[in-house]
């Protein structure tokens, strides 16, 4: 076996891992962007316990959370019997659980980096914006949104490399189910449970690095293009 | 009989070596693959009970089979201790034999802790502080005490020094080189350390049944036996 | 026709605005720190006032008292900010097309004659970051301009801009009011500037707006010498073009009797106009002289004279139910021993008027 | 037992945790300060490599960093003898080990919010302040700084509740010792690896969510009366 | 005495900036995107010329041959910027004092005086976010001011600002060119503040200085016109002050030969002072008038007339080794039968002497 080929079980759990990343990311950037908007902009009679709520699984350790998932979205879970039921939806004990864990724990992660960048942006261009005649929503899509990119993105790559790295909340809430569920963390962890398994956690360690750095170097490249588009680049 | 699908193992992480050895030979023979969920058994039984799709539940800890019986998780009445364990005390490589005394165990942890299983939260470690209780040793080592999500990593600390001394289960001794076994625990000073094995409610697999036969038969005694584990009482 | 009546409050001052503008241009001038910047935000909507009225050519903006308040995008100004306020992330050329593609606005103006007019050619395709201050300025009018508004809001827009580029930017914004029927309410600490451009000319001070009408009377008042300024007193003078003498190129104007000679203006003969003769530049004689290079020498009767301290005097003069102003030293008027109800020559030399003050008269504000 | 009322080994965590958060923000903050401000302004060679390093441990799973601590700062490990035998300090099964791994873990959630506001700070603004007379040091600390506030805020809040939740690293690295480095998470875990844990778990939950919020609601109201101060307040 | 010999490249623009500033005030004179603020802020430290020199006073502040190239922070120079760039989180009193407690420079300007010039009292506590635009910019002259610069760069500091308050702060900054010999250069698209203030100037276009000198050869230099503009051609006559009638409030001003006689010039009698006099300000008599509001009739010898095409005609005059501008109608020099070296008597209003361009004349600059 050469040592840099990688063997059919990575090879699944890394490409689940990116799945589930990726999911993760598609589903939770969107929400994350309008939360953090909204703390940003708006001062509503709950926006002290929707912060706290988003920070929560920040808190609390990863395997609470994952317990607390497995408890709603399970199949016997309140959330999980009303999805399954309606829309045939599951989470338990599938990829997309995995994705459900990971999006959980990393929105905290995207909400502030985003809600900072809204902050930063000046209203009075929105206003400009509606001023000519841009509806409230247009104004957001054309001002206020590329102007937070910045935050966006920054809280797109924690968010990305927290999914990545997510094992508490992912392995309490749908288990170490090799082709499913078991990403690059689990099966890193599950090679540590064996004292023969230090060359396969390394070998893991190391692809997990690879890709996160892969990862970072487009994100910043992709960053600075876009810098340098929106003219924010000072130097 | 063969099927397409895997069959479903969730099992204790601790059992990994032995569990993936006893698939192969049971692949070997009847053609069935098999997959497994390793977590710790706590998790492991939090997820059968809610309604994970394991066709097997193999726990290191009677406590909690007795949990999921008790949710009737697992069929009642196909639950097998298919193995046992012992505990031993380990130091490094060239460790002298420890007599089992208060005053050697004082000396030796004086300057460092006693790395174990958490007495509190994993197996291992309420096995082990059963034992030093039952043997008086108890008070000479309850402030001594370095207690870990697991016993790799207690096995770990002794292997790299942090730890002078680590409590764990014979098997483990067995595959760490770089330790060496300074005394066993008599088995009377603790509970029987059993493993179980159980189909669960929700198993769908045809083959699970013949896999916990296969569990309980002679060839995975053999396996086990080679690793360590204790085999007699099932004899 | 705008009709202003807000009051509110920003800081530590208090705001209360309330003037009309018949059309065409209409000014807001005061100091520093007046409050101008605030009023025309309450009126464009980015500011709230507690309680008002606005509408602009019928249509009501604001009506505290109905309940009515329509919303920014909804209010159809052209706002050109003191402070530009540029998109950063977009280039000029869809900084300048905004209201075209992100708020559905068909501009009445085409986009090559704005940016011809403003001198943005080379610069469609850069960044704001990368403008001159001048440039920027320039975006924003275009930007404003281009918008399809029904009340164009301009705060010091040609604060940063040199006298060529104003002298193109000024006739547009005179022809945009004309032709296109848009009012303009325009924010400006110059009063030449203002006196040129508006019909209406609003006085503000400390959040209040202290008088406002038609620019000649206004600039007329002596209770507001202490706001339009001393130094710049100036009269405006209606008149038509009653002939072109090409030769010289001099435009003649009937004032109703006299005429003047007028260089440069831009007309035609029949073109009602309206001419700024600043008080500074009218010199008087006792006797009408000969052999001067001064064109025009009116013969006017003396209405007042304000001697106050300092050296200047101020000569109100009437001719043809016009009015003039001359500052001369108190010195002359003691040597020439004018008295109100004389009969003087008043001297303007050609070459004065033609400042930039004359401009076609808007035909709502044929005052005569 | 009344159900409000902390037992003492509830009062124990609670302090611990706060105490470890408290000095992994504090030691942590201002490197992150720091590397966020490099990041942000310079192009240096390594910069990627850096980048990349600050965001590992959120790549990968806790566990692993744990134990890559546990192998650096450990008795044997290079960094850990070196800094034991120079400056006598122990990181090993000691709260400031647990402080250590929290810190760690949190770094990357600091670097990026920092960042985000060092990017959106207006070089132009530190121009001025040089060209005022100040130095470079000068300017940044009166200038690029305090308008990076936000982004620091936001990273200390991100910083402090990952510090407050930690888990994986934190019982790797220094184990679970109750006063020493069981904080209010291993507490957390503790009590849901025990089938009869579900009160003492629901209870611990209750505490971490009360103390996140309070924290929370704190900085929000610091933040804003920050923003007033700094005049960034757009409202 | 600033020296400056710089080239670099902005965008995609060239900058190739040679001029010499003799003391006093250097004025940086062209068109929106000439490059004017690219060139301070090389000369500040901001942006980095590709090679060059620059020394102010005698120090080096930069010498590409040499290696010397002092930081921001070393160059001692008080920088007005074009978009005033106050610390948004600190109040206008920290705002004020920066390089106080920031810079460890110990302003020689007095606080309160900087203060009460610039009207500033009752913002000392306010954020500049809540300043309005006119006041942004006084804040931004008066944290320079104070300083403690060993040059100031003004970057059109007064584009905001009302007549009034431009004309409190000009003569301070005459007075800090004078006194505390302080050398200012100053970016204006204001040729009237610019020939008011200056005693170099620079004219700038497509980022080459085309031409540097003292103001008056400046702006008489004909083949500058498309520079200066033709509106605005004007003349400097020095002098010096022989007597103030205080009865009429009068200056009676030596031009060398001939008395002028200006109103509201704050000199006393044996003070030097320059007369900026517009052209069009002057009309040309043939005999001498009589009885005339205009005080100053003063004879002199036609030297030139330039008529091009267009209405105006401008007649270059000599008098006393001084040069004097008139700028009348074509048909007025037909009328009169005006030819290069007739006798003529030259009419200038006192009035219009007295609009801000007369200053003490800077001892550094005395020409004649
Ligand atoms: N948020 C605020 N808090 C306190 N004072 C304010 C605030 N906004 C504006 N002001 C004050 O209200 C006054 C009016 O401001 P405004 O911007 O309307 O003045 P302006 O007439 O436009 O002046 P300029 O010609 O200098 O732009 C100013 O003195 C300003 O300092
Ligand atoms: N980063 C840049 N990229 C491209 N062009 C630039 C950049 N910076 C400045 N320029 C251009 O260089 C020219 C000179 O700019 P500068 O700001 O020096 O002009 P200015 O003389 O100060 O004009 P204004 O009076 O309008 O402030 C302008 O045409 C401007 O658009
Ligand atoms: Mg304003
Ligand atoms: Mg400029």
Request: glycine residues 8%; proline residues 6%.
């Amino acid at each position: 076996m050469n040592f840099f080929h990688l063997q059919p079980a990575e090879w699944q759990a890394l490409a689940l891992t990116v799945k589930v990343a990726a999911a993760a990311l598609l589903v939770a950037l969107p929400l994350a962007v309008l939360v953090a908007y909204l703390l940003a902009r708006y001062r509503f009679p709950g926006h002290g316990i929707v912060n706290a709520l988003v920070h929560m699984p920040l808190v609390l350790p990863p395997v609470v959370t994952g317990y607390l998932l497995l408890l709603a979205f399970g199949r016997k879970g309140p959330v999980g019997a009303f999805l399954s039921e309606t829309f045939g939806i599951s989470f338990a004990f599938n990829w997309t659980g995995a994705a459900l864990a990971a999006g959980v724990m990393a929105f905290p992660l995207m909400v502030r980096p985003i809600r900072i960048s809204f902050e930063a942006v000046d209203p009075k261009l929105e206003a400009a914006a509606k001023s000519l005649g841009a509806h409230r929503v247009v104004a957001f899509l054309t001002i206020t949104l590329p102007l937070a990119v910045p935050g966006i993105l920054g809280g797109a790559i924690l968010g990305f490399a927290k999914a990545m790295g997510e094992f508490g909340a992912t392995i309490t809430f749908v288990s170490n189910i090799p082709g499913e569920t078991r990403t690059l963390a689990l099966a890193l962890y599950t090679a540590t449970q064996t004292p023969s398994g230090d060359l396969a956690a390394f070998r893991l360690t190391l692809i997990a690095a690879v890709v996160a750095f892969a990862a970072l170097i487009a994100s910043e490249v992709f960053a600075r293009r876009l810098r340098r588009r929106i003219g924010g680049d000072h130097d | 009989a063969t099927d397409e699908r895997p069959l479903t193992v969730f099992a204790a992480a601790s059992m990994r070596e032995a569990m993936e050895a006893i698939a192969d030979a049971f692949e070997e023979e009847t053609a069935t693959k098999v997959v497994f969920s390793f977590a710790g058994t706590g998790t492991l039984a939090r997820q059968v009970e809610a309604g994970a799709p394991a066709d097997l539940f193999v726990s290191a800890d009677a406590a909690w089979m007795d949990y999921v019986r008790d949710q009737d998780a697992v069929s009642a009445d196909t639950i097998v201790e298919f193995a046992s364990n012992g505990l031993v005390l380990v130091g490094l490589e060239e460790s002298p034999v420890l007599e089992l005394s208060p005053e050697n165990l004082h000396a030796v942890l004086e300057t460092g802790r006693l790395a174990m299983a958490d007495p509190e939260t994993v197996p291992a470690g309420r096995y082990g502080k059963a034992a030093l209780v039952t043997l008086g040793l108890w008070p000479a080592v309850s402030a001594r005490l370095a207690p870990m999500e697991n016993v790799r990593i207690a096995l770990a600390s002794v292997a790299r020094g942090d730890a002078p001394l680590a409590l764990v289960y014979r098997t483990d001794a067995m595959v760490e080189p770089a330790v060496a076994v300074v005394a066993e625990l008599p088995q009377q000073s603790h509970p029987p350390i059993r493993y179980l094995a159980a189909l669960t409610s929700s198993r769908t697999h045809p083959a699970a049944p013949a896999f916990l036969e296969f569990l309980n038969g002679p060839r995975a005694r053999e396996i086990l036996h080679s690793l360590g584990f204790l085999t007699d009482k099932v004899n | 026709m705008i009709d202003i009546n807000i009051s509110g409050r920003v800081g530590r001052m208090d705001i209360v605005a309330q003037f009309e503008g018949r059309g065409g241009v209409t000014s807001l001038f005061g100091q520093s720190g007046a409050g101008k910047t605030t009023v025309t935000n309450m009126i464009a909507g980015l500011a709230t006032p507690s309680s008002g009225r606005i509408s602009v050519n019928g249509t009501v903006l604001l009506d505290g008292d109905k309940g009515i308040d329509l919303p920014v995008q909804a209010r159809r100004i052209g706002h050109v900010f003191q402070d530009a306020r540029l998109f950063p992330h977009l280039s000029v050329r869809a900084n300048l097309t905004y209201a075209r593609w992100a708020g559905r606005r068909s501009g009445t103006r085409d986009f090559d004659e704005v940016i011809d007019l403003l001198g943005l050619k080379d610069l469609l395709d850069r960044k704001p970051e990368t403008l001159s201050g001048g440039e920027r300025q320039r975006v924003a009018i275009g930007r404003a301009l281009l918008s399809g508004p029904r009340l164009l809001i301009m705060d010091e827009p040609l604060a940063n801009l040199d006298h060529a580029r104003r002298n193109d930017i000024l006739p547009y914004l005179d022809r945009l009011c004309v032709e296109a029927g848009i009012p303009i309410l325009y924010v400006s600490h110059s009063i030449e500037e203002v006196t040129r451009l508006s019909n209406t000319l609003v006085l503000l001070s400390e959040g209040r707006t202290q008088a406002y009408g038609p620019v000649a009377e206004m600039l007329a008042r002596e209770d507001l010498v202490h706001v339009t300024g001393r130094r710049e007193a100036s009269a405006l003078l209606s008149g038509t073009v009653s002939r072109i003498d090409a030769t010289w190129d001099l435009a003649h104007v009937d004032i109703g009797g006299p005429e003047l000679q007028i260089p440069g203006l831009a007309a035609a003969a029949g073109d009602a106009v309206r001419l700024r003769i600043l008080a500074r530049d009218v010199a008087l004689a006792a006797v009408p002289p000969e052999g001067l290079s001064i064109r025009n020498a009116l013969t006017v009767t003396i209405e007042s004279i304000s001697g106050e301290t300092g050296p200047y005097a101020e000569i109100l003069c009437s001719l043809a139910c016009q009015t003039i102003r001359a500052r001369i030293t108190r010195a002359s008027v003691s040597d020439l021993g004018l008295k109100p109800g004389m009969t003087v020559t008043a001297l303007i030399k050609s070459v004065s008027i033609d400042r930039g003050q004359s401009t076609l008269a808007p035909p709502v504000s044929v005052e005569t």
